[in-house]
């Protein structure tokens, strides 16, 4: 059973117990509750948590926990707030930046789904492979830092600057390294330093959901480029910016959210030079360089290794690699652009919390560090290779033209005139959630996608399982177009 669901459960069920006990009366010792339900002492305690947070309980370290006493309900008047769609809306048409915000595409990968639903929507790490003892004992270790808890610098820890600066690679050095909380947060400062509201931003398609609804967020105007095997076509990289006079193109060079692709390595100092010609800027979003597969050869450098000239703003980070909440990335720019990212992001969020950077640093400068990304590497190969499996055997009739040897996800064709979002739903109504492809285009897309995920899944055996569910939700969809 999933952690999350295991903790609801045993919250339910003490509370329907909680009347047995008298006011400031003492509930089972947790040990008892370990036994009892026969779950873990995490979930325990995660769960005498939610209810101490309902004012249910009250928790006394060393002592134990004790029903608590109930509070009267202030009686609250109904209320009125109909005012501020009138307040939220007026003069919306003119605004260059809109005060509403689309954000299901971002939603999709982030919600967790239902108790036993299998999860290829996920984009991150399933715990079972992440390294929560190694994070677990580099935050105790950074805690424990003189002036962990401190103000950092604004740019971050020089040190973990220098660590970000030598996996770029090339000339970049620290001092052209800013920490910032997370890739999508460092995306956000991107776009907003490089393009003014109502401009035209050149973007990969497909692409990230997420990175769309950031430019949009800005008032920006997603233009997209076609993407094939082989990463962007650089033809049509330059006839989009002679088109629209376009200042900045946001690419995955490796490993490309959705597709997989890897930009080939004649059109990679092709797509410097279209940018360069432009005078545009190139936003690498190298998001997943850590989860390349154990038989993957070896890796292209980043474009900013190989861009004298300031024209690549890369953005990098951890968080893919380790956990979800471990929200530690870094920009990396040459030139005057590095004082504009500085600007905004100081005005933002001021800065990533020192404690954060401790832990990355003492997270990456660990043994444990290397034998995660070889442990991770291995398993991820494991995981395609089962995916891609069962799918040639139980679903043929989704075409995989490409096979990744890195990322985490695949991106199966559907037969033409297949409803992706209709296939979305009957695989949930399956037991197995999955990604429609429409909302990786920022046009019409040319044909219909899904994505399917393997790194959120629980084990090989799950993938299995998954693609069995999906096998009865194409029987119910794909059927009405044959």
């Known amino acids: 059973m999933q952690e999350r669901s295991s903790v609801a459960e045993l919250a339910e069920q003490l509370r329907r117990e909680l009347d047995r006990y008298p006011v400031a009366g003492k509930l089972p010792s947790s040990r008892a509750l370990v036994e009892r339900f026969r779950v873990s002492p995490v979930t325990v305690s995660r769960a005498l948590a939610q209810l101490a947070a309902e004012g ?8 134990g926990a004790f029903r608590a006493r109930p509070r009267a309900a202030a009686p609250q008047p109904a209320g009125d707030t109909s005012w501020q769609e009138v307040a939220l809306s007026a003069d919306g048409a003119a605004d260059l930046v809109p005060r509403s915000v689309d954000a299901s595409g971002v939603l999709v990968s982030l919600a967790a789904p239902s108790p036993g639903v299998i999860e290829f929507n996920g984009g991150y790490l399933h715990p079972s492979l992440q390294p929560e003892r190694a994070m677990a004992a580099a935050l105790s270790r950074a805690g424990r830092r003189p002036g962990a808890w401190g103000r950092p610098p604004m740019d971050g820890l020089p040190e973990l600057r220098e660590w970000f600066a030598r996996g770029v690679g090339g000339a970049v050095t620290a001092a052209e390294v800013l920490v910032t909380a997370g890739g999508q947060s460092a995306l956000t400062t991107a776009l907003r330093a490089l393009a003014p509201p109502g401009a035209p931003v050149l973007v990969e398609s497909p692409t990230y959901p997420g990175m769309l609804a950031i430019a949009r967020a800005a008032g920006l105007r997603p233009v997209p480029v076609p993407v094939d095997a082989d990463g962007v076509r650089p033809a049509l990289l330059a006839d989009a910016f002679r ?87 870094a920009l990396a720019a040459r030139g005057p652009v590095l004082e504009r990212l500085r600007a905004i992001q100081v005005v933002d969020t001021f800065f990533v919390p020192r404690p954060l950077q401790e832990a990355a640093l003492e997270l990456v400068g660990s043994p444990a560090w290397p034998r995660h990304l070889r442990s991770v590497s291995a398993e991820l190969r494991a995981r395609r290779d089962a995916l891609t499996a069962a799918l040639r055997l139980h679903l043929p009739e989704l075409a995989l033209p490409h096979v990744p040897f890195g990322g985490y996800h695949l991106w199966p064709r559907l037969p033409d005139g297949t409803d992706d979002v209709a296939l979305t739903a009957a695989a949930l109504r399956a037991g197995v959630a999955i990604t429609p492809g429409r909302p990786y285009f920022s046009a019409e897309p040319p044909a219909a996608h899904i994505r399917l995920s393997f790194a959120a899944v629980a084990s090989v055996g799950e993938i299995t399982e998954g693609v069995r569910r999906l096998r009865a939700a194409c029987d119910e969809v794909l059927p009405r177009v044959r």
Do not use: M, Y
């Open 56 to 63: 249910l309980v009250v928790t006394r370290p060393g002592a």
């Open 243 to 329: 088109a629209t006079g376009a200042r900045v193109f946001v690419c995955q060079p490796l490993f490309q959210n959705p597709t997989g692709a890897v930009l080939a390595a004649d059109r990679r100092g092709e797509v410097l030079r279209i940018a360069r010609a432009a005078g545009a800027f190139v936003v690498e979003d190298d998001f997943v360089r850590r989860l390349v597969h154990e038989d993957a050869p070896p890796l292209p450098r980043p474009l900013a290794a190989d861009d004298p000239d300031g024209v690549v703003v890369h953005v990098g980070s951890l968080t893919k690699a380790t956990s979800p909440s471990f929200r530690v990335s």
